[in-house]
């Protein structure tokens, strides 16, 4: 029905950039709170960020400064830009959102991940 569809992950030396694109495909009535996560080998999955509909946006500490969440809601597409790597971002990320497929439905979805490694 709604899926997440996640682009931009690859290799990037550690100083580097990389943006990453999640876009929401499928009936979508309303698409809420976007956010970003990720999780490395043997770690919990933890936040980075995440975006209101309206634009307000919330960071954790190891994104803080670095990361930088923003949405295109003409593309139903939310982005990451990663900037200053370093080979502890080294993980898998995950975009999730928030639907209203109707008035009456709301649903919380993931994509299925996309490998970021930063190499030193």
């Known amino acids: 029905q709604v899926q997440l569809v996640e682009s931009g992950g690859g290799l990037v030396q550690a100083g580097g950039s990389l943006r990453l694109s999640c876009a929401a495909t499928g009936r979508i009535f309303r698409l809420n709170t976007m956010g970003w996560y990720r999780q490395a080998p043997g770690k919990q999955r933890e936040l980075l960020a995440t975006?209101?509909?309206?634009?307000?946006?919330n960071y954790a500490d190891a994104a803080k400064g670095r990361f930088t969440i923003s949405r295109d809601n003409a593309k139903n597409t939310v982005y990451l830009q990663m900037n200053s790597l370093e080979p502890e971002d080294t993980a898998v990320y995950y975009c999730?959102?928030?639907?209203?497929?109707?008035?009456?439905?709301?649903?919380?979805?993931w994509g299925e991940g996309t490998l970021v490694t930063v190499s030193s």
């Open positions: 999730n959102a928030e639907f209203l497929t109707t008035l009456y439905s709301r649903i919380n979805s």
């Open positions: 975006i209101t509909s309206g634009g307000t946006t």
